[in-house]
């Protein structure tokens, strides 16, 4: 059999709620194609700032690097967001995103059947949405990788200029990544920006467009930002792949993650060149149904599936967790955000049992 080590970061708030539900779903999936999982359970974020004082400790990252993949939940909560930057569980988030080198985020927002109802939007919009957003994620203006130790303040004047340095070769890199994908999907690739304004953006444009020379076969359009989010809900059916800057992706697929009914549906893959890849849901830490076995552990039990897919291969482990969430939507389980008249009001637990039933079920 094939045997894998998984870094587990449960973090903070639901986070060690849907990563238990989703380890379990994780190892009975593997067990059933002959994939092993050892599991290692580590610190990170808030919990990892209240046992050893950072939160990223080095033996957490340095775990993270030796194993085949790494689960993380969610990190933060109100106890430390007044905390000095390089003190934030935020940043541990970060600087283990730029310690694996995950610069490629893949968020998919698909609009399921089952859930067409707990879409805000009216039916006819939301069905049938199947989007990639591929989000560069180490670079752009959220680039904190230096602050793990107190930054020196850059000169103001320079802070253009440092932006444009980093983001350079990234643009390459995360367009080579979208059109990929684009290529495997519908073969149309959206890159959102605001070139008609920032610098930065007229650099991104003119990057992706070289690029597009060696996708000829991938449809590239543009979009400003501003517009994207507007035509996000007007008509998301006409969006395919999505590639887009760290802090646009991180707004643009929180949005899209309301077409398909919650943002505790979304789950993502982060990955680089080599190395360990990072799976995690969009969502935060929820501070405000933390321990009260209210959220909603689709997107981390997605996120495993994209684990075993993305990171380690496993593709029909992978599918028999897809399948296994359907066939739960399907016998009506639903937690409070996914909930409508008809259908069974469950915990996070509770769903998480119903997945494995499921899976156990298969052949
Ligand atoms: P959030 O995503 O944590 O929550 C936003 C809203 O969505 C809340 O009402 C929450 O209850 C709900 N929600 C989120 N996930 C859910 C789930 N699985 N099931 C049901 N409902 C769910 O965003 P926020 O409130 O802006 O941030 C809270 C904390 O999380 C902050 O400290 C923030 O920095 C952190 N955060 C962390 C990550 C991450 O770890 N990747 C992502 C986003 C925010
Ligand atoms: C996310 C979050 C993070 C981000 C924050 C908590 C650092 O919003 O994973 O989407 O901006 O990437
Ligand atoms: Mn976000």
Redesign the pocket.
């Known amino acids: 059999a094939r045997s894998y080590s998984i870094t587990l970061l449960p973090?903070d708030?639901?986070g060690p709620e849907?990563v238990a539900v989703a380890k379990d779903v994780l190892s009975v999936a593997g067990a059933k194609e002959g994939v092993e999982l050892r599991f290692r359970e580590m610190l990170m974020g808030g919990a990892a700032l209240d046992a050893v004082g950072v939160p990223l400790p080095d033996e957490t990252l340095a775990a993270a690097r030796a194993s085949d993949a790494v689960l993380?939940g969610?990190?933060?909560?109100y106890k430390w967001?007044n905390n000095e930057k390089h003190l934030k569980?935020?940043t541990g988030?970060l600087n283990i995103r730029a310690g694996l080198g995950v610069f490629a985020n893949l968020r998919p927002a698909t609009v399921l059947p089952q859930l067409v109802d707990a879409s805000t939007l009216k039916k006819e919009v939301a069905e049938g949405v199947d989007i990639m957003v591929v989000r560069e994620l180490t670079g752009g203006i959220v680039d904190l990788r230096h602050f793990s130790a107190p930054p020196p303040p850059p000169p103001p004047d320079k802070l253009q200029l440092i932006f444009y340095k980093r983001l350079y070769p990234q643009i390459d890199c995360i367009a080579r990544v979208a059109f990929e994908v684009a290529r495997k999907r519908g073969g149309n690739l959206c890159s959102v920006d605001k070139a008609n304004v920032l610098e930065a953006s007229m650099l991104w444009r003119k990057r992706v467009t070289a690029i597009a020379s060696e996708f000829p076969d991938v449809e590239l359009s543009h979009m400003y930002v501003d517009n994207a989010s507007m035509q996000l809900v007007w008509n998301p059916k006409q969006f395919d792949t999505i590639v887009t800057n760290n802090s646009y992706g991180d707004i643009l697929s929180d949005e899209a993650s309301m077409i398909t009914g919650?943002?505790?549906m979304l789950p993502s893959a982060s990955v680089g060149e080599s190395g360990p890849g990072l799976f995690?849901?969009?969502?935060?830490?929820?501070?405000?149904?933390a321990g009260q076995d209210?959220?909603?552990?689709l997107?981390t039990i997605l996120s495993a599936a994209m684990l075993l897919k993305y990171g380690l291969g496993a593709e029909n482990a992978a599918k028999r967790i897809e399948t296994a969430v359907t066939e739960t939507l399907d016998s009506g389980f639903r937690?409070?955000?996914i909930y409508s008249p008809g259908t069974t009001l469950v915990g996070c637990k509770r769903m998480g049992e119903e997945v494995l039933k499921a899976l156990e079920s298969q052949k």
């Open positions: 973090g708030g639901i849907v993380l969610a990190i933060g909560g967001d569980p935020e988030l919650s943002i505790g995690e849901p969009i969502h935060g830490s929820a501070p405000d149904i209210k959220a909603n552990p997107a937690t409070g955000d």
